[in-house]
């Protein structure tokens, strides 16, 4: 063996052994290892003042949330090969696309965080579709990620958009030859539970939406001076920062932001009937955890 071989065999041994000292520790804890992760985080910030949905600083804030989501998974979430932010005008329909993608050309495991206005419409197909609305008002409709999701690496999402998590299971769409709704289009599972915080079903899924409004992130929680950017920004702290399952991360994101460890008493649990915060149409509203509220995210 020449010298020059040599060196390289020693090269590729150290190589071996500093990725075994990096992964044996994780294996070690309990956590997965995945051959690629990723975290896409949106925020489209179409912004929406007549009627006066959006009020001076939502969309700052809501810019802010983001970036403290991405700053945590960078810091605590090093070995992800992709972590992606899109805001404002590279949050398009086509982004949540290209993204789903990116997961199924080249991670296993994926988590995304989007925050901002959605509706819903037929589109020509006999049961209504679910889409969020991007940073230019064109629809992301829940079909148009099929296409990129069969693989199932979406494994936790959190979808801080009105009605996000209805209805659930989806409805089968005879155009589409599938089911309508995020929580289907993303996860690719009809059958999670549907209260994962009190009946959480060991999935591996979990998907954090709503039924009705979706909080505005500037709306006082009505506990000290927080509002919800506070409690999405408690609720990825104690998740990537700390490790904690779902269900612990809600229930400390509900101590210090909603005053209460128990999550299931408080408002934004609680089923609200006719809640009308716009002066737009009454909606029965509440926060909805599908699927598995013992998930930690890998
Ligand atoms: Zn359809």
């Given at each position: 063996m020449g010298i020059t071989k040599r060196v390289t065999l020693i090269i590729?041994?150290?190589l071996f052994l500093n990725l075994l000292s990096i992964f044996v520790p994780q294996a070690i804890v309990g956590k997965t290892v995945n051959a690629s992760n990723a975290s896409y985080?949106?925020?489209?910030?179409?912004?929406?003042?007549?009627?006066?949905?959006?009020?001076?600083?939502?969309?700052?804030?809501?810019?802010?949330?983001a970036e403290y989501i991405r700053s945590v998974f960078a810091n605590y979430r090093g070995y992800y090969d992709?972590?992606?932010k899109d805001v404002d005008q590279d949050a398009i329909a086509g982004r949540y696309t290209s993204n789903a993608f990116a997961v199924?050309?080249?991670?296993?495991y994926a988590t995304v965080f989007?925050?901002?206005?959605a509706a819903d419409g037929y589109f020509g197909h006999?049961?209504?579709?679910h889409y969020l609305r991007d940073h230019y008002d064109n629809p992301m409709i829940d079909n148009s990620l099929l296409p990129y999701t069969g693989g199932g690496e979406h494994h936790f999402v959190v979808i801080w958009h009105c009605d996000t998590a209805t209805p659930?299971?989806?409805?089968?769409?005879?155009?589409?030859?599938s089911y309508t709704g995020l929580p289907y289009s993303y996860t690719r599972t009809n059958t999670m539970s549907t209260n994962g915080y009190t009946s959480p079903d060991s999935s591996g899924y979990a998907f954090v939406g709503f039924q009705g409004y979706s909080p505005q992130f500037l709306d006082p929680t009505g506990y000290g001076n927080n509002n919800y950017a506070n409690f999405v920004s408690y609720l990825y702290y104690c998740l990537i920062q700390y490790d904690m399952s779902l269900n612990s991360a809600l229930r400390e994101a509900s101590l210090y932001t909603l005053g209460t460890y128990d999550f299931a008493s408080t408002?934004?649990?609680q089923l609200k009937i006719g809640y009308n915060p716009f002066n737009l149409m009454p909606r029965d509203t509440r926060i909805r955890i599908l699927g598995d509220g013992y998930l930690e995210v890998a």
């Open positions: 590729s041994v150290i985080i949106y925020a489209p910030n179409l912004e929406i003042t007549n009627p006066p949905i959006d009020a001076d600083g939502e969309i700052e804030l809501t810019s802010a949330v992709e972590i992606r199924q050309q080249m991670h296993d989007s925050k901002g206005h006999p049961v209504k579709h659930y299971p989806g409805e089968y769409c005879s155009t589409c030859g408002w934004l649990y």
